[in-house]
């Protein structure tokens, strides 16, 4: 069975089968110790002492930067997420700068859909930022 098949059928996304291939967890087809594993890791998947398990070993800031950035889909996402929020204070990022980073980093060309992602992330940083400063978390 290949793992496109597998995917269908699987509480595990295609894109979580795929990078296990490309790291040599898995084969591609799949074999029959594979398939073993995958039973085993569907049965303990999102189960809250796992991943209380695998958290612990982040430190409180690491593991809030994994919540916050949970919903973004892609590393480029997660690129402009992070170059965003690492800001200083009164520093500033056009994001013609951000859009030409992401096209040299990751090696494609940003479309429109993309840039509108885009503009999405930086009023996410921003008012996050701004929630933290009325409630008074962060230095005014």
């Known amino acids: 069975m290949d793992i496109e098949t597998y995917a269908g059928q699987s509480r595990l996304s295609h894109k979580i089968l795929r990078w296990m291939v490309k790291n040599k967890i898995l084969n591609n087809p799949l074999s029959g110790t ?34 916050d950035s949970a919903d973004l889909k892609t590393k480029w996402e997660r690129y402009a997420y992070s170059r965003l929020s690492n800001l200083e204070k009164g520093e500033r990022l056009p994001l013609k700068k951000l859009f030409d980073e992401v096209e040299i980093t ?11 992602r885009l503009y999405r992330v930086r009023r996410r940083v921003y008012n996050e930022r701004n929630q933290l400063l009325k409630s008074g978390k962060a230095e005014a």
């Open 106 to 116: 990751f090696g494609f060309i940003l479309n429109r859909a993309h840039k509108a």
């Open 34 to 67: 594979d398939l073993m594993g995958l039973q085993l890791i569907e049965k303990i998947w999102g189960r809250r002492e796992i991943l209380r398990a695998q958290l612990c070993q982040f430190s409180k800031k690491r593991r809030q930067q994994l919540i």
